[in-house]
T-cell receptor, first 108, second 116 residues
Framework: GQSLEQPSEVTAVEGAIVQINCTYQ??????LSWYQQHDGGAPTFLSY????GLEETGRFSSFLSRSDSYGYLLLQELQMKDSASYFC?????????FGKGTRLHILP | SQTIHQWPATLVQPVGSPLSLECTVE??????LYWYRQAAGRGLQLLFY??????ISSEVPQNLSASRPQDRQFILSSKKLLLSDSGFYLC???????????????FGPGTRLTVL
């Protein structure tokens, strides 16, 4: 079957660093994506890892290890506006599968 | 640039009434199109996807149906709504450009449906 597992909630302090992990089992896997969703809004694309290693985009980085079926999203210099749900997603062919999402709480 | 539209933004419907939600994409051709439903505080459930006009794949058996009458138009319908159909409905598109092209999805603003 196809599934992606991620923690349901993570809490961190403003200005700190937080890592959100994702493990997966998907057939025909092409890569791992990350999406951000604020309350009441639609998910927005953050990053995509097709190859093993670290991809950096500003304060956000994403990592993939195909041999471990594992990836993570790293958020640095946390800001209150980063409070949101984060979804990992993977798959291939015509569709992708989303994890159930990690709710990130940021404390001042 | 590409944009995706969904309407209406919010909808309140009685149980047993019909439903029609529309999604259109601008600025791209032959996109993959998707309908998702998200219950409050939950993940994204894929309902239907389409790789071309008239081609619909259903992921979850239910009282919903989807149609793609034009290349950039995707419609979600129901003949009789159930209470359990309440949720946040999201349309998304992705490029059909080999396997990696399906891994980036762009979402519309969503329709919040409440069935009473």
């Amino acid at each position: 079957g196809q599934s992606l597992e991620q923690p349901s909630e993570v809490t961190a302090v403003e200005g700190a660093i937080v890592q959100i992990n994702c493990t997966y089992q998907t057939s025909g896997f092409y890569g791992l994506s990350w999406y951000q969703q604020h309350d009441g809004g639609a998910p927005t694309f953050l990053s995509y890892n097709a190859l093993d290693g670290l991809e950096e985009t500003g304060r956000f980085s994403s990592f993939l290890s195909r041999s471990d079926s594992y990836g993570y999203l790293l958020l640095q210099e946390l800001q209150m506006k980063d409070s949101a749900s984060y979804f990992c997603a993977g798959g291939g062919d015509d569709k992708i599968i989303f994890g159930k999402g990690t709710r990130l709480h940021i404390l001042p | 640039s590409q944009t995706i539209h969904q309407w209406p933004a919010t909808l309140v419907q009685p149980v047993g009434s019909p439903l029609s939600l529309e999604c259109t994409v601008e600025g791209t051709s032959n996109p993959n199109l998707y309908w998702y439903r998200q219950a409050a505080g939950r993940g994204l459930q894929l309902l239907f996807y389409s790789v071309g006009i008239g081609q619909i794949s259903s992921e979850v058996p239910q009282n919903l149906s989807a149609s793609r009458p034009q290349d950039r138009q995707f419609i979600l319908s129901s003949k009789k709504l159930l209470l359990s159909d309440s949720g946040f409905y999201l349309c998304a598109w992705s490029l059909l450009a080999g396997g990696s092209g399906t891994d980036t999805q762009y979402f519309g603003p969503g329709t919040r449906l409440t069935v009473l």
